[in-house]
């Protein structure tokens, strides 16, 4: 069964960098973001794992990554995040069939929608950007593409009211249904690679009848 568990962590975390430490010290496993689901036309898989947790009033997201180019020319939030070097973590908190991408390059510009596929999304608006905190180990900076094996790090502490279109109290006891990605649709080897496995033709994440299990404790 497709199932990842989200454990609680008991210190506060309110920055997204202090997130990494936080799940040293709380012992939080990474997990391997490994499914090639298109191996004859994408082949390519970077090296990425991921851990996340909770703090009740906050979903922590901590990516490791090392492929080899990167690319982050995105310059602002909402702009086109999955076409850089891009990690990507889709959730749907309840049985409405409602969804959020967040999608996120390796310099912390963001990208989070809502809705119940890939052509009804509807944006955050700017306020609820704000609340997210972000850390990228490369920086804010953005630049063009970089070739030669990279390694970089990205955190995201997305609080409650970042699932705007749900009124969601605490993440504690939360049965959640998602998938996990990393991508880069404009780096020189595209790759499209995902958590749970997508049995579709062609490269399509959003895609809910694939999404797995997520358990918050």
């Not at 990474?30 to 990425?48: A, F, G, L, T």
């Not at 969804?99 to 510009?109: I, P």
């Not at 989070?112 to 609820?128: C, H, S």
Request: glycine share 6%; proline share 7%.
């Amino acid at each position: 069964m497709n199932r990842i568990d989200i454990p609680r962590i008991g210190q506060e975390v309110t920055l997204a960098a202090d997130i990494p430490a936080a799940m040293q010290q709380a012992g939080i496993p990474y997990v391997p973001v490994s499914c090639i689901n298109w191996p004859e036309s994408y082949p390519y898989k970077p090296e990425m794992t991921f851990a996340a947790a909770h703090t009740g009033d906050a979903l922590l997201l901590h990516y490791r990554v090392e492929e080899q180019s990167v690319r982050a020319v995105a310059r602002r939030d909402h702009e086109h995040i999955w076409e850089d070097s891009c990690a990507e973590f889709f959730c749907m908190p309840a049985d409405d069939g409602l969804y959020y991408n967040v999608e996120c390059n390796c310099t912390g510009k963001l990208l989070l929608a809502v809705g119940k596929g890939r052509n009804d999304r509807e944006p955050a608006p700017a306020e609820v950007m704000q609340t997210i905190d972000r850390y990228a180990s490369l920086g804010s900076a953005p630049f063009d593409t970089r070739e030669g094996l990279t390694r970089w790090e990205l955190a995201l502490r997305l609080p409650l009211q970042a699932f705007f279109r749900h009124k969601l109290c605490t993440f504690d006891g939360l049965r959640a249904k998602g998938n996990v990605y990393k991508c880069g649709d404009l780096l020189p080897v595209p790759h499209f690679v995902s958590l749970y496995p997508i049995r579709t033709d062609s490269p399509d994440f959003h895609r809910s009848e694939f999404f797995g299990q997520m358990v918050f404790e």
